[in-house]
């Protein structure tokens, strides 16, 4: 049962709704006081009443039950003891039989969430900077499922641009076919890279010719870009699969081709087009936003056009209840026109578009830098975590067996972890030393608390039966609220669009389990103790799994 909402539900305030009350409910910094405490203060201005008051008014008018033992208010606080020898019952009785799915819930069922993201661009680097719109993107889906919805994961490949024709013309002055086969996406980039550095004005002539073609449906220029786009896509994939990323969608701007004329129509008959130095577009100062470019005086369409156009496709075809776009900030204004434009031309559904925007990534040892050439490569960055993961384990414990799938889970994970534990808008400097510590704030470290408390179940050999009527002593109370806020960290990471408070609520636990199990032993605890801290142990096992596996990172048995 959730304590908290059963505490909300029968404190009543008027004027103030129960989830309101929910939601100020907190843990106390000493557990001494109370197990929950409701802050008064908040509520003074609608009761005309001090906090201290109101506070003393809700203690006396409580009353304790089965759950809620005592309660009592001090400086504008109302402290809730509960029974922990109930909770502690109820809690891990409901983590054990739920298992796996402990933590979701049906809110979502019938409803359908489309998630835009990674949406990698076709023929150029799949670099660093896409690594949080990537996990982030990742582990909303992940969580989204985990609530019941019907999630579609939609790649908004970056497939359309004078750059293929850039790409055609290089590859037929200095390409090899054999070469680029092998060589993949490294070997088109360099295609493009040189043509950057070296086309004159006849090549540049020739690039605009064959993009030209390409839209024309020229067969020859179709299936060279067909051929750069599926060397990408194998490419990332490979990613994909490392990060236990998946996509239902794999529709990029070029799908949108055919599918941006009728949106043009549409905002002309509505009004809303109007012409600027040749170029069509949708004015947007009575909202104090430039204007949204929709077509260039040559007449070619743009990303804000073909955004329009994919909106309008999405909502027709999954009938989205929120569309997400895991996009970092830089994009603020082009969403905040298109989210715009939209509404404008009537579509009520535009509110339930959501831009989820999130912060830089850089790496410590110099920023990335695309304009200097200096494009620091995801697939490296993983390699490198993953090698010093290995290293690092190597010296722990060198005659663990499997260390090579364990470095790969291990440092997979660190990267995963790294970009997810701040608050997404944050900017992020990626240190290799600081997401592989095992002291840290890390994944690391949750893992390695897995596979201790893995390791103690191991050891207990035998079957353990849950005390029932035992009551825990405060270190394993401590483990036990914190297990009981599970499923209402994953509804808020959901409604948040914030991976990172399962990140943090992962080392939160951890770090409560840790301190349970240095001060109280388990193995050698006896009767209902031992018992009840193997129980303790299973449930913590089990919620951290949950926990990393909502972030896409995996648990080894041993570290
Ligand atoms: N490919 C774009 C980029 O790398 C991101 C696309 C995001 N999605 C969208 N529907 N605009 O900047």
Redo the contacts with the bound molecule.
Sequence with gaps: MDYKLHIAQKLKIEGVSSDEIYQALSLPPNSEMGDYALPCFKFAKVLRMSPVVIAEKLAASFETDETVSNVSSINGYVNFKVNKTSLAAGVIGKILDEGEKYGSSDIGAGKTICI?YS???IAKPFHIGHLSTTVIGGSLYKIFKFLGYNVVGIN???DYGTQFGKLIAAYKHWGDKDEVQKGGIHAINDLYVRFNNEADAEMEKEAREYFRLIECGDKEANELFDWFKQLTLDYVKTIYEKLDITFDSYAGERFYTDKMQPVIEELQDKGLLTESEGAKIVDLEKYGMPPCLILRSDGASL?ATR?LA?AVYRKKTYDFYKCL?V??YQ?NL?FKQVFKVLELMGKEWAKDLVHVAYGMVSLEDGAMSTRKGKVVWLEDVISKCVEKAYQIINEKNETLENKKEIADIVGVGAVIFGALYNSKIKDIVFSYDKVLSFEGETSVYVQYTCARANSVLIKSGSEWIFPEGYTPNALESEVIKVLETFPATVSAAADKYEPSYIARYAVDLAQKFNKFYIDCKILTAEGDSKNFRLALTAATLRTLKNALKLLGIGVPEKM
């Design positions: 835009d949406s990698v661009n908004h490949l970056g990303y955004d994919a776009y996009v970092a994009q082009h």
